[in-house]
T-cell receptor, first 116, second 116 residues
Framework: KAGVTQTPRYLIKTRGQQVTLSCSPI?????VSWYQQTPGQGLQFLFE???????NKGNFPGRFSGRQFSNSRSEMNVSTLELGDSALYLC???????????????FGSGTQLSVL | AQSVTQLGSHVSVSEGALVLLRCNYS??????LFWYVQYPNQGLQLLLK??????LVKGINGFEAEFKKSETSFHLTKPSAHMSDAAEYFC??????????????FGTGTQLKVEL
């Protein structure tokens, strides 16, 4: 069974540009979450999608957005990139997004975004 | 607001020695607690999770953690460290106040080094 796949693995952009990151969840998983990981701020929750609807959102500016397609694949977009957006962006998927059960959350290897 | 504190950003143990990684949480309602491990250039892998029930939780790779409500702690232990345990470990918390789904609040991580 394939794991969570994130593309691209590495990305270099310049300030002011926009970027789109892609995440394919494990087959059968309907919940997709996004996290930002930086050395200074650690791991921070961006948002979660379930059945094409945003179910939860973290404390990030509106420049960060996402969406989920009918096949559960998800994309996140960052517009008007800033130097501080340089980070590892991790995608995670689970079947129902029910952390109260034994359901597991599976992470991808991430997309390393560098903003110059 | 919920939070997680991991004491010690770096922990070093000898191979075969006890591993103890500390995690204290803050939550106004019963929490769900997690330990994740991250190897270099990889995403996070779930070691174990506590939802309800038995306070001693056994995970993968010989790790276990005990939920102590009175101490608001969820320390991770392993009786005998192996070289392959060298990685970064994250404690995370979630609760019903954050809404449904997979919104986790992570600690800042503990880098475990295992020496011969």
């Amino acid at each position: 069974k394939a794991g969570v796949t994130q593309t691209p693995r590495y990305l270099i952009k310049t300030r002011g540009q926009q970027v789109t990151l892609s995440c394919s969840p494990i087959s059968g998983h309907r919940s997709v979450s996004w996290y930002q990981q930086t050395p200074g701020q650690g791991l921070q929750f961006l948002f979660e999608y379930f059945s094409e609807t945003q179910r939860n959102k973290g404390n990030f500016p509106g420049r960060f957005s996402g969406r989920q397609f009918s096949n559960s694949r998800s994309e996140m977009n960052v517009s008007t990139l800033e130097l501080g957006d340089s980070a590892l962006y991790l995608c995670a998927s689970s079947r129902w997004g029910d952390r109260a059960t034994n359901e597991k959350l599976f992470f991808g290897s991430g997309t390393q975004l560098s903003v110059l | 607001a919920q939070s997680v504190t991991q004491l010690g950003s770096h922990v070093s143990v000898s191979e075969g020695a006890l591993v103890l990684l500390r995690c204290n949480y803050s939550s106004s309602v019963p929490p769900y607690l997690f330990w994740y491990v991250q190897y270099p250039n990889q995403g996070l892998q779930l070691l174990l999770k506590y939802t309800t029930g038995a306070t001693l939780v056994k995970g993968i790779n010989g790790f276990e953690a005990e939920f102590k409500k009175s101490e608001t702690s969820f320390h991770l232990t392993k009786p005998s460290a192996h070289m392959s345990d060298a990685a970064e470990y994250f404690c995370a918390v979630s609760d019903l106040l954050t809404g449904g789904g997979n919104k986790l609040t992570f600690g800042t991580g503990t880098q475990l080094k295992v020496e011969l």
